[in-house]
């Protein structure tokens, strides 16, 4: 079984850096992409940054580009967000997502439970 468990969030302020990790284990993810998501209150969740695990292909939303960097380590079996010049928009509940179909941007069939982050002024 699938299991992706995220770390790394916390309370940051606007303009600091903050960097998630999410360790999955349960499958051989060579033919998976894996995602960041993110759910503020009261919207959506949506697609932050994706990463194909074999290869290394990225996506990014728009809203993040340039601020955001997703990574992965192999032999860890772990994805990373790095975040910087965090926004106060940046505030949400951030998911480590799977697509075992290898889509970029990712339709995730496994999910985490989350992590929250906070932006604050």
């Known amino acids: 079984q699938v299991q992706l468990v995220e770390s790394g969030g916390g309370l940051a302020q606007a303009g600091d850096s903050l960097r998630l990790s999410c360790a999955a284990s349960?499958?051989?993810?060579?033919?998976?992409?894996m995602g960041w998501f993110r759910q503020a209150p009261g919207k959506e969740r949506e697609s932050v940054a994706a990463?194909?695990?074999?290869?290394?292909?990225?996506y990014y939303a728009d809203s993040v580009k340039g601020r955001f960097t997703i990574s992965r380590d192999n032999a860890k079996n772990t994805v990373y967000l790095q975040m910087n010049r965090l926004r106060l928009d940046d505030t949400a509940v951030y998911y480590c997502?799977?697509?075992?179909?290898?889509?970029?941007?990712?339709?995730?069939?496994?999910w985490g439970r989350g992590t929250q982050v906070t932006v604050s002024s």
């Open positions: 349960g499958r051989t993810f060579s033919r998976y992409v």
């Open positions: 997502a799977a697509d075992p179909n290898g889509r970029l941007p990712p339709q995730p069939y496994y």
């Open positions: 990463i194909r695990w074999s290869g290394g292909s990225t």
